[in-house]
């Protein structure tokens, strides 16, 4: 049984319709996401401020757990209870899955009336749309494939920024001899495949990538280049510290902000936290691309799904929410605590830190050829139940300082087989 019929067979034992929580007269929206750092919490602060701006009362729902693997349990568990949220954060294909249940309310009208189409990227605008219909919002565009560097650190080390893997790996040598954590890293899942997926785009290039997490093309995930990745992974792994396991990503931020590490592979939601802690782009901290993915682009976009609901004034809510999101002054507040790139097309660029302006540059260079590549690690490229198992192995190696990265290649190929 794949993830759609799982779900739509748990979902169909539990009512059709989800019971709207008990609302406040001018209307409630209930918002489920992970967005729990310091930083992340400032960036939701805005929409919720915007939403009581307009009369309606906002509900958090924040799960805590970077990538989202505890929100979508708690999700599920909702859904199939027959009681969803009036929105939540979900991504890429998985947007499908949910609207194929027959869960997602269209929001044509609030998208026709505020002009969507024109303002998103016209190349994603699939993404949000379950069958024709928009059912989702976006609300920015993180880039994964970052490297975010203290200059300070890498001064006392004498270390250069790195632009390919093998600067990379000197880097982290002159690091580690002056004392420094090399990588900052924090040992889960979802983080050790956000590294992996970075270093599949700098050896096997965008379209490399590309046939390796969007077709999955057995070719690509046993092939030399695949074994090449894994053997760079176990090398980076040397330059982590041993007892990362369970470490959350902001906290390995912290370690780079703070002097103790040097370097963080990591979105740029790890922006958040330098922003959070005052720290100016370009001075008190680098980001570059990862090395060797330079031109390329793998993005993460964050989106509320909605819900259907029952309630008139639930519904306004829900609407305003959808409505706010693409609105200028959001996308500006809120991607400037979220260290993401507008989604809206037509911005000011000018608001934005010397990462963001690189960002919207590259992200429009990525998007004229095959440099834009939905990120693997971050629900874009793939199912759920694909990426588990890609998460499986990832981390089962990285963990195992004598696995064999051609058995590592081979296992890939053979678990993403089984999970489809
Ligand atoms: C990503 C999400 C980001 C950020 C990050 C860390 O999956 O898209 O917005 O929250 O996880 O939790």
Not at 43 to 58: H, N, S
Not at 131 to 160: C, M, S, T
Not at 218 to 227: D, H
Request: charged content about 20%; hydrophobic content about 45%; overall charge negative.
């Amino acid at each position: 049984m794949n993830a759609i019929t799982r779900l739509a067979t748990a979902v169909s034992l539990a009512c059709a319709l989800p019971l709207s929580a008990v609302a406040a007269d001018n209307g409630t929206v209930e918002v489920l996401h992970w967005w729990t750092s310091g930083g992340e919490a400032a960036a939701v602060q805005t929409l919720k401020q915007q939403i009581e701006k307009d009369g309606f009362t906002w509900k958090d729902n924040a799960v805590a757990g970077g990538g989202g693997a505890a929100a979508m349990t708690v999700l599920k568990s909702r859904a199939v209870a027959g009681n969803p949220p009036a929105a939540a954060q979900i991504k890429g294909p998985d947007i499908q899955e949910w609207g194929a249940l027959g869960l997602l309310t269209e929001l044509d009208e609030v998208a026709s009336a505020n002009h969507w189409d024109q303002l998103l990227p016209a190349k994603l605008t699939p993404i949000w749309k379950y069958d024709g219909h928009y059912v989702a919002v976006p609300v920015n565009i993180h880039r994964v494939n970052w490297l975010w560097i203290n200059p300070q650190v890498f001064e006392k080390a004498g270390a250069k920024v790195p632009e390919t893997l093998d600067e990379l790996f000197a880097a982290a040598d002159k690091l580690k001899a002056a004392g420094f954590q090399p990588l900052a890293h924090g040992g889960q899942p979802w983080q050790d495949s956000t590294v992996f997926e970075s270093l599949v785009l700098s050896v096997l290039g965008p379209q490399g990538y590309h046939k390796a997490f969007v077709e999955l093309d057995e070719q690509t995930l046993t092939g030399a280049k695949m074994i090449e990745t894994f053997q760079a992974l176990q090398r980076l792994a040397g330059y982590m510290d041993p007892n990362r396991a369970g470490r959350d990503w902001n906290i390995a931020a912290a370690e780079v902000i703070t002097g103790k590490a040097g370097m963080q592979i990591m979105g740029d939601w790890a922006k958040s936290e330098w922003t959070a802690a005052h720290k100016v782009a370009g001075s008190d901290y680098q980001c570059v691309p990862f090395p060797g993915t330079q031109g390329s682009f793998t993005y993460n976009i964050d989106s509320l799904a909605m819900f259907k609901l029952s309630n008139a004034n639930d519904i306004k809510a829900q609407n305003d929410l959808a409505k706010v999101a693409l609105e200028k002054p959001f996308q500006t507040a809120f991607n400037q605590n979220k260290g993401s790139l507008p989604v809206r097309q037509d911005m000011d660029m000018s608001q934005f830190d010397a990462c963001t302006q690189r960002s919207a540059k590259d992200f429009a260079e990525a998007s004229k050829g095959d440099g834009l590549q939905p990120s693997m690690a971050h629900n874009m490229a793939s199912s759920l139940a694909v990426q588990g198992a890609i998460f499986d192995v990832v981390s089962n190696f990285l963990n195992d300082p004598k696995a064999d990265p051609a058995k590592a290649a081979k296992q890939l190929s053979a678990a993403i087989k089984a999970s489809r």
